[in-house]
């Protein structure tokens, strides 16, 4: 026995010691069990059964697809924020993005915002929206409310409904509870036919949003959709907050969230709660962070039982928008790495808030955001809800949306097995938010095989290299270290290495690089970068020659060529970081039919500066009032102050408009899941700015706003052609006060030098990136 792999295939299977860790190495170890079976029986589902006989059920570790383990991606969208024109396009750049599930909120003021006169059309018409998901294999969760929040006014209360001060809101007062039954009648009527029970794409409900009181309320809520013919596999509620007396067991899933920081903090200052533990791996699920500015939870803890269900996700942040008070604006690593951290803590769906932003559409009786001004705890932009998600509210497509591809690549492929593998964490952890030396990492395993879950990154908070790693885990069948010689963690990194993966005719006793997904008997890896690549496979699963392999160059090419005792060859293509992020799977335009391989191209971007016009220097700065009680928070500027603003007037050439109406914004339809079709163009008006608020306005109507981050101001032409190209576009910029009582992230601060106010217009552009198809 002298091959590394056979002597961690011996200590894997027969309980023998492996090899002893280097005398230099700083060995992190972890404890695994044999994981307890799954549970079920206990869940009180709807009908679980489409026409077709395809099933959806659950058990405590996972949702099971036609009684099959399944690991899903969800991603968030609002119809009504988004123009019906552009569903389908935006639709399928989710699922290009690996999105199998579309969640989405019904917010009640959308729809009937004067008591009796229900909305169903245009960009309101839920039908539609559920009908075009269907069409394009995508299945739906909806979430009713009748509370929602989604940074809606009143959290989706309609006025009037709000004016009942005799009624006791979201409760089982029976005037609410009458007022929310005619809302899931409504709403029933646009599932009408679109249920997976009828063949539709709908699978799931969610009940209410974020609610921790009585659990007779989501009960309540529960039975009005039954009553109303909403019969869906799944009902949800948000896990979070953790609630005193627990919903009866299996009556809803609870839903959990994590965000790498919140608009809604109270503080000005960054990272200045809890929220750094997400980027920590753990076994409770309720983020205390999560909406804290009206929950205010400050205790860690899950409700009891939790653990009875799968650790599912709906509100993992995609992105974050800037509220007035706290302008947060992500490193795209932000979400990246509490993404991982849920998926090292054993979460089996992950599902994002935002995965796509949106634009607030037109009131009746008032503009629809939410505003301290209404009660709420933060002021939102009038229009903007773009979320800086992985897809922008005009169809941008933001730097996380690759790296969440390649790992939803990899759930794809890989993920049913690991939706069954507990997490597992180590025997020494992190202890406080400034303890910067302990590695951060976790297990997933099935008491075999599986992954170690590195995240050595945290928000706005720089943590050095690990050096001498080796990872020891005390498996059921014997110690098993790795990598064989110690290895340096990069700083700032993170990243999952595999474990004794089964990969159909081989096995791969670990490597030191990240898988992605297959393609027929061609495996594709993603290398760590600032690590060598190792491969040690079982030499007793392979025909003949080497085991081992290290030190390997990533390229497009296969790095490792091996034959099989089964007769069956197969290859690993390690890829780089560039390309692994470039990498997608889709169908070939000759032969739909079949699953590809390709690369996206670099991006032709094509950008054309637009004439500007200063009409209106800006006048007196506004004093930023601050609001009542304990937190002092800057309130927004009122319509009243815009008087003083710098106006600008845009002006745009008609060659644009002739240029879209001749059909540069096609999408590519594909039907593969998680493999991207690519816009042939997406004009967007970009502007640089440096002022507290911005505003563009068409004619006199404001149609897009933005406060300060540091991003830039976009804005997409093809909404507004052709009047935006005829019309009076102006921009209207407030200036940033120096002693402005609001968070900017650090490195977006504007330097004022001897200035007590900022305002200036850097640049205005027409930005046209125009993407590759599918290789033919």
């Avoid at 670990?510 to 491969?535: H, K, L, S």
């Avoid at 500027?637 to 001749?662: C, H, M, R, Y």
């Avoid at 540091?710 to 190209?725: S, T, W």
Wanted: net charge neutral; with cysteine.
């Amino acid at each position: 026995m002298n091959s590394l792999a056979e002597k961690i295939l011996l200590a894997a299977f027969c309980g023998g010691l492996i090899f002893t860790p280097s005398v230099h190495s700083e060995t992190v170890s972890a404890t695994i069990q044999t994981p307890t079976p799954a549970e079920t029986g206990y869940f009180k589902l709807g009908t679980t059964q489409n026409p077709a006989g395809h099933e959806i059920n659950v058990n405590s570790r996972s949702l099971l697809f036609d009684g099959q383990p399944a690991f899903p991606v969800m991603g968030e969208i609002h119809y009504s924020r988004v123009p019906q024109a552009e569903w389908r396009a935006e639709l399928l750049k989710m699922k290009a993005g690996g999105v199998d599930i579309v969640a989405t909120y019904v917010f009640w003021i959308h729809h009937e915002e004067i008591k009796g006169q229900w909305e169903w059309s245009g960009q309101h018409d839920l039908k539609k929206f559920l009908q075009t998901c269907g069409e394009l294999g995508l299945k739906v969760v909806v979430r009713c409310g009748p509370w929602c929040h989604g940074e809606v006014r009143n959290g989706g209360l309609p006025d009037w409904v709000q004016a009942h001060k005799d009624w006791k809101l979201r409760s089982t007062d029976t005037n609410f509870l009458a007022a929310t039954k005619i809302l899931y009648g409504e709403i029933a009527k646009q599932l009408s036919g679109q249920l997976w029970k009828d063949g539709g794409p709908v699978i799931g409900i969610q009940v209410d949003n974020e609610f921790g009181g009585s659990p007779g309320y989501l009960m309540a809520l529960k039975k009005l959709a039954l009553e109303a013919g909403l019969d869906v596999p799944l009902y949800i509620k948000t896990g979070w907050p953790a609630m005193k007396t627990p919903v009866p067991l299996g009556e809803l899933l609870p839903l959990f969230g994590a965000y790498p920081d919140g608009f809604w903090a109270r503080s000005i200052k960054p990272m200045d709660g809890n929220d750094w533990e997400n980027f920590t791996f753990k076994l409770t699920r309720t983020d205390t962070g999560v909406g804290n500015d009206t929950l205010k939870v400050e205790k860690n803890g899950d409700t009891t039982g939790t653990e009875k269900y799968p650790h599912l996700t709906c509100e993992i942040g995609g992105g974050m928008p800037a509220s007035y008070h706290r302008r947060i604006n992500y490193d795209e690593r932000d979400v990246e790495a509490v993404v991982l951290t849920q998926l090292g803590s054993g979460s089996s769906l992950l599902g994002y808030y935002m995965y796509h932003g949106g634009q607030n559409p037109e009131g009746k009786l008032s503009t629809l955001q939410e505003s301290q001004a209404t009660g709420y705890a933060n002021d939102l932009p009038v229009k903007s809800y773009d979320f800086n998600a992985p897809i922008g509210e005009f169809g941008q497509i933001n730097p996380q949306f690759y790296w969440l591809r390649r790992l939803h690549l990899f759930l794809h492929d890989f993920g049913a097995p690991l939706a069954q593998m507990p997490a597992t964490l180590p025997d020494v952890r992190v202890t406080s938010k400034n303890d910067f030396t302990t590695l951060r990492w976790s297990v997933r395993s099935d008491g075999n095989s599986g992954y170690v879950f590195v995240n050595n990154y945290q928000r706005l908070q720089p943590l050095p290299a690990k050096k001498d790693v080796q990872f020891k885990l005390s498996l059921p069948g014997g110690e098993f270290v790795f990598p064989q010689k110690p290895v340096t963690i990069p700083a700032d990194s993170f990243f999952f290495w595999p474990f004794n993966l089964d990969l159909g005719v081989a096995k791969l006793i670990y490597a030191t690089a990240q898988p992605i997904c297959r393609a027929g008997d061609t495996f594709y890896f993603a290398e760590t970068p600032g690590v060598n690549a190792e491969f040690v496979f079982d030499g007793k699963t392979l025909a003949a020659g080497k085991s081992e392999f290290k030190n390997l160059k990533p390229s497009r090419h296969p790095a490792i060529k091996l034959e099989t005792k089964s007769g069956h060859a197969i290859q690993i293509v390690l890829l780089d970081e560039t390309d692994s992020l470039a990498l997608r799977m889709g169908t070939p335009v000759s032969d739909p039919a079949r699953l590809q391989i390709a690369f996206d191209a670099p991006p032709k971007i094509v950008r054309t500066k637009v004439e500007t016009e200063l009409l209106k220097p800006a006048g007196a700065v506004r004093e930023i009032l601050l609001s009542g009680g304990k937190s002092h928070i800057a309130i927004a500027p009122t319509e009243a102050d815009f008087t003083n603003a710098a106006v600008w007037k845009i002006k745009l050439s008609a060659d644009w408009n002739a240029g879209l109406q001749s059909g540069s914004m096609k999408a590519t339809d594909t039907n593969a899941p998680g493999r991207r079709p690519v816009l042939q163009g997406n004009p967007l008006l970009r502007l640089r700015y440096v002022g507290d608020v911005a505003r563009l306005t068409l004619n006199g109507k404001l149609i897009a706003d933005n406060f300060y981050a540091g991003r830039e101001f976009d804005l997409g032409l093809q909404r507004y052609a052709p009047e935006i190209f005829t019309g009076d576009l102006r921009l209207e910029i407030l200036p940033l006060r120096k002693d402005a009582p609001i968070f900017i992230e650090p490195k977006h601060r504007p330097d004022f030098g001897t200035n007590e106010s900022l305002v200036k217009l850097e640049s205005a552009e027409i930005v046209q990136l125009n993407g590759v198809e599918f290789e033919k």
